[in-house]
């Protein structure tokens, strides 16, 4: 593999570690890979609790009075594999499959979204060839999960103020914001129906293309729990809904791809015309990557339901979101300053648990999503529980960094990048946050779909993009 490529390490590390299950909370195995890989080379390592890991090397002679450097990514990957795929995430490495400039995986997330930063450190820190200042490594896990490993981290074992992070997902467009987010629990409990006088179907809503929560949320693509919540209120006009079971989204900071629900309705009503109304709605703006979307009801057998109320506050909660962006940032132009997106909802006749996640670059705005879908969660009667905030990451322009990148890159293709903020969390936030006067910038090769099993890297970009880190390493004085 990868025979057409200048910097083959990077691609020989990316090999080796997508050999190593890495999900968020499993990366016990790639942080003792990391440790064995800095013992090998007798370099600077230090393991915590949280499996991050931190290795340091020297400057190259002559560049001992050089600023020192910290690069960062995360270790761990999102784990969703499409539909029929079978694949062990605890066990089973990613099958890389190489078409062309373009690797993907098979049938499986590929982990690009975060293994280049750990292919990319690696090869810095295996090549003494290069010339650099001293070098600072941190390797953080679940980083998709809530940035835990970061929040977990010993800032202190910092000594750079300069940060690479390469968690971003273009080619020529430097990353110098981002956006701090939370996670909501919202929980329902459902009083017993009976649905021995009904008729039961289900309600299948499949065939989107998902992506994640915070870099694709623009996009406007369809989410699958609201789309399937959407069928079930036209429904309801028709028919009081007494519902079994809905299932959709597998992570909360995914779009949900597919969504599952079984309902009854009274015997004989008649869902044909408020199918249609529904489908109208939910495909009004429909963008190519989402054609092939299907939403079909089928008959099914009766099982257990909850009762007409409870299945109405359900309803009644997805009624009031409108999952996607909910403010723009006016100042620069394309960029999302406040959004959410149902990720997860599991319910069954007993009640239900919806996950959501919220994103904004205003701290206090975040607040107020707090304090909003709370109220929700009490109007259908349920509770609610907020997890794992983390902090957002403010713009700066014209800094050391940006100002050497832009130059590097320039050199190298000939024309200027772009320098803007992404509507996701990143670990900078964390940084920032704990280490203020850090300049911060973040890169990353053309990956697209991440988190879903469509994800793919356009292999030139990595490439081209470890040249550009090397140069940047090169200029730093």
Not at 7 to 13: G, I, K, L, P, T
Not at 36 to 54: H, T
Not at 160 to 183: K, P, Q
Request: glycine share 10%; hydrophobic share 40%.
């Amino acid at each position: 593999m990868f025979d057409n490529v200048k910097h083959r390490d990077v691609f020989r590390f990316f090999e080796e570690i997508s050999a190593i299950p890495r999900g968020s909370g499993n990366e016990a195995g790639i942080a003792s890979y990391l440790e064995n890989f800095a013992r090998e080379r007798s370099l600077f390592c230090v393991r915590d609790g949280a499996n991050n890991v931190f290795i340091t090397k020297e400057a190259s002679d002559g560049r001992e009075g050089d600023p020192s450097v910290l690069l960062q990514g995360h270790v761990d990957m999102v784990c969703e594999a499409a539909p029929g795929v079978e694949h062990d995430f605890l066990c089973d490495p990613i099958k890389l499959v190489e078409r062309g400039d373009i690797l993907s995986a098979g049938g499986t997330t590929l982990g690009a979204d975060d293994g280049v930063a750990v292919a990319m450190m690696l090869a810095l820190l295996d090549d003494n060839t290069l010339s650099t200042p001293r070098i600072e490594c941190l390797f953080t896990t679940s980083e998709e999960v809530g940035l835990e490993g970061m929040k977990a981290f010993d800032f202190s074992l910092i000594g750079s103020r300069l940060l690479i992070n390469l968690d971003s997902a273009d080619e020529g467009v430097a990353t110098v914001s981002c956006a701090g987010g939370v996670r909501t629990d919202v929980m329902l409990e459902f009083e017993p129906g009976d649905g021995a006088d009904g008729d039961f179907y289900t309600l299948d809503v499949s065939g989107l293309a998902g992506g994640h929560s915070g870099e694709d949320i623009a996009l406007r693509r369809v989410s699958a729990v609201a789309a399937a919540a959407t069928v079930l209120r036209f429904f309801s006009e028709v028919s009081p809904i007494r519902l079994s079971s809905m299932t959709g989204g597998g992570k909360d900071n995914a779009i949900p791809r597919d969504c599952r629900a079984v309902f009854c309705v009274r015997k004989g009503s008649d869902l044909s015309a408020a199918l249609v109304k529904a489908k109208s709605v939910v495909c009004g703006h429909l963008t190519d990557v989402d054609k092939c979307l299907k939403i079909e009801i089928t008959p099914s057998a009766p099982t257990p339901v909850a009762d007409e109320e409870s299945t109405a506050r359900l309803i009644d909660f997805f009624s009031v979101l409108r999952p996607g962006p909910v403010e723009w940032a006016g100042s620069r132009e394309g960029i999302v300053e406040t959004s959410y997106n149902i990720g997860v909802v599991n319910a069954d006749c007993k009640g239900a648990k919806i996950t959501l996640s919220s994103r904004s670059s205003e701290s206090a705005v975040l607040d107020d999503m707090e304090m909003r879908l709370s109220a929700a969660a009490r109007l259908a009667g349920g509770t609610v529980r907020h997890r794992n905030r983390y902090p957002g990451w403010a713009y700066r322009e014209g800094t050391k960094l940006q100002k050497i990148y832009s130059s590097v890159f320039e050199k190298q293709y000939g024309r200027k990048p772009v320098i803007t903020g992404i509507h996701a969390g990143l670990e900078c936030g964390l940084v920032s946050d704990a280490l203020p006067d850090m300049d911060i910038i973040s890169l990353g090769p053309v990956i697209r779909d991440l988190h879903s099993p469509s994800e793919t890297l356009e292999i030139p970009t990595l490439d081209r993009l470890y040249g550009v880190v090397c140069g940047m390493l090169e200029e730093i004085r």
